[in-house]
């Protein structure tokens, strides 16, 4: 990982406005930042309250005592379930700050996730891609993902319920 001082852990709840301002600073990449319409106070609750919707790694960086730490990247994740092979671990989110790519840190954030799947016997890891995304699909593709869309005859939809 990089040579900063840089930690993995589980997200705690006072986390949730420096993972929403990281959700933001995605949402702005993708060119959609009208979208990320979520508040602090539903972030914490949808991961923290009595029923969790998902759970979060984050990656923090130490400077110093007297700066404290920051959080630098964030991993948003849930459990699924697949008919064909039963349990799943879906990677909803996934950001490391652009000033500390390239060191690691992306790279011990999915192995991380993937091991947490591993841990509650999942079968497989899933994750969407914006298909415009080169940088993403190439990361993604160095660490043995492969594009399902044409192989499983998938089409991605949404709704509101």
Not at 38 to 59: I, M, N
Not at 79 to 106: N, S
Request: charged share 25%; glycine share 8%; net charge neutral.
């Amino acid at each position: 990982m990089a040579s900063e001082n840089v930690v993995l852990r589980a997200a705690r709840p006072e986390d949730c406005g420096e993972i929403l301002r990281m959700i933001k600073e995605l949402a702005v990449y993708e060119k959609m930042p009208e979208k990320a319409t979520l508040t602090e106070e539903a972030l914490r609750d949808d991961a923290f309250g009595d029923q969790p919707y998902y759970r979060a790694l984050v990656a923090e960086v130490g400077s110093n005592l007297m700066d404290g730490t920051k959080l630098i990247g964030y991993a948003m994740y849930y459990f699924c379930y697949c008919p064909w092979l039963g349990r799943g671990i879906y990677l909803e989110d996934f950001y490391v700050e652009p000033a500390h790519r390239g060191r690691g840190i992306g790279t011990s954030i999915m192995k991380e996730v993937a091991k947490i799947g591993v841990k509650h016997r999942c079968n497989k890891m899933q994750w969407v891609c914006l298909n415009w995304n080169d940088v993403a699909i190439k990361f993604y593709k160095k660490h043995g993902g492969k594009d399902v869309t044409v192989e499983e005859n998938v089409t991605r939809c949404s709704g509101f319920v």
